[in-house]
């Protein structure tokens, strides 16, 4: 059967890095890139340069770092953001400028108060600056199913003209649908005289939950690269989800007659990781990823499922890197046991980072009788690579009780040497805040805070996560422990120091809807 192959070109750093209340570190983005690569994604979306001083260090770090994928980075259409994207870029292997406009008369006159014209001209000028640093050049054209048909196909054209080597078509309110938007892509087919010098991208957003489905509409029609990101993440309701998109034309290439070269064995890793290194919970029954995707509750599909899981089951866990009859851990487990299930789990780790997880398998496997697969993901991802521990927790303890105010003491480790602080609160970990905030002097705010376990069981091992906010500047933490109060306090203290590397670089973020 002849089959056309889809690109990926995964945004998960970039419009991911969106969803509200999401902030990756460039430790946590080179992380993820890793992943995205092993995964065999054709582009990764690495980030908006000119956004601010962090974005252009993270996708400076994985345009030199990240091989196998090209690396675009996002630019309005002007001089100064296509500038700075080269900038960041100028190191990869493979780099793609990502440059867009809006072509909704609605963005034209109450976002960026230009004429049609005037956006033309633009469009025009953006792509041919960015030609002068790079072949690869992107437009897209925002708000593209909420513009005028003729004149989305007239800037096409001219962009191609331009140079454009990827056409890429938005829906960036996630207001269509799936006969609506295959119709688009399949009027701009028809429309452009010179669409094919270009390949044609889609970019949708899950408003009305149709951002999947309308990104297959288009491949149906002619799309041959979808935007997308791990877990759906993006802005508001979020983008298509990848594994999605990956998993649909896997299951039915008779129907799509379309795949993608995406290592699938990597989904879930990769799923995991961006939902531990974001903070962002996967729902239960989330297709693909969820905890229930492959979970079969009633007693009639058990007994068809063990007599052929076809009966029940269009994909195989095994074939997204889930690996139904994983082995418990426990304290008698060598490292040759650790590293094999390391390897079984899909990781390639160096062996310093084997040897640091190991040590911190073995504090958990005193503390706790069986360790599971999800606590040993958690543990790989406590901390990412390279990330700067400005403060330590070296010590804490709490006392607290009914009719009593609760009280913690702590030591905080930094370079200037241990602090010692000790504080009341309305219950044992606002004490504890309290406590580290007296012994960093830092005064954030805490925006949120989360606990929730890793596994199942009494022993379970406690994920925290804190959102803190300092000058406008916002970052999650998290935090790991059999005990709920020592992980809320390493959360804590991982959100500091996240806040203090992203002001070691600090600069003012810009609105990225404000073209
Ligand atoms: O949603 C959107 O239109 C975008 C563009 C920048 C591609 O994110
Ligand atoms: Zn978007």
Not at 266 to 292: C, D, F, H
Request: net charge negative; charged share 25%; hydrophobic share 40%.
């Amino acid at each position: 059967m002849e089959q056309r192959t889809i690109k990926i070109f995964d945004t998960t750093l970039r419009d991911g890095e969106q969803t509200p209340g999401v902030c990756l570190d460039t430790a946590e983005k080179m992380e993820i890139a890793q992943t995205l690569a092993k995964m065999k994604v054709d582009i990764i979306e690495a980030g908006f340069p000119i956004a601010s001083p962090g974005d252009f260090a993270a996708v400076s770090e994985v345009a030199a770092k990240v091989k196998g994928p090209t690396i675009a980075g996002l630019a309005r259409a002007n001089i100064a953001d296509i500038d700075a994207a080269y900038k960041a870029l100028k190191s990869a292997e493979a780099a793609r400028i990502h440059t867009f406009i809006a072509t909704s008369d609605l963005h034209l006159e109450y976002k960026l108060k230009m004429t049609r014209a005037a956006v033309l001209e633009a469009a025009e000028a953006a792509v041919r600056y960015a030609r002068k640093y790079v072949e690869d050049v992107e437009f897209s054209a925002e708000d593209a199913s909420r513009s005028d048909r003729d004149y989305l196909c007239q800037i096409i054209e001219c962009a191609i003209r331009a140079g454009a080597t990827t056409i890429n078509i938005p829906d960036t309110v996630g207001y269509t649908t799936p006969e609506e938007f295959g119709g688009l892509i399949r009027y701009v087919r028809q429309h452009v005289p010179n669409i094919d010098k270009a390949a044609i991208s889609v970019h949708c957003h899950n408003d009305l939950g149709m951002a999947v489905a309308n990104s297959l509409a288009a491949i149906q029609n002619g799309a041959n690269q979808v935007e997308c990101t791990i877990n759906g993440l993006g802005e508001r309701a979020g983008n298509a989800a990848m594994e999605e998109i990956v998993m649909a034309l896997h299951t039915r290439p008779d129907y799509y007659k379309a795949t993608a070269a995406i290592d699938c064995k990597q989904i879930y890793k990769a799923s995991r990781l961006v939902s531990i290194l974001t903070g962002v919970a996967v729902q239960p029954n989330k297709a693909i990823v969820g905890e229930n995707a492959f979970a079969h509750e009633s007693g009639i599909h058990q007994h068809g499922m063990l007599n052929n899981p076809l009966t029940y089951e269009i994909m195989r866990p095994e074939n997204i890197g889930l690996n139904r009859n994983a082995l418990v851990l426990g304290k008698h487990s060598g490292k040759h046991a650790f590293e094999d299930r390391l390897k079984d789990m899909g990781y390639e780790l160096s062996s310093d980072k084997v040897s640091e997880v190991f040590t911190k398998f073995k504090a958990l496997a005193d503390r706790k009788k069986m360790v599971f697969d999800r606590d040993i993901e958690a543990l790989i991802t406590e901390k990412a690579n390279n990330q700067t521990e400005w403060y330590r927790l070296v010590f804490h303890q709490v006392m607290s009780g009914s009719n009593t105010s609760a009280t913690s003491s702590v030591e905080i480790e930094s370079n200037q040497g241990i602090v010692k602080q000790a504080a009341c609160g309305d219950g044992p970990i606002d004490a504890t805040f309290k406590a580290i905030e007296a012994a960093t002097e830092m005064n954030t705010t805490l925006k949120d805070y989360q606990i929730k376990a890793v596994t199942s069981g009494e022993d379970a091992l406690g994920e925290a996560t804190v959102w803190l906010e300092k000058e406008g500047r916002v970052a999650s933490g998290r935090g790991l422990s059999t005990d709920i109060l020592e992980a809320s306090a390493k959360a804590y203290v991982n959100a500091l120091n996240k806040i203090l590397t992203m002001g070691s670089r600090s600069g003012t973020n810009i609105d990225t809807e404000g073209n």
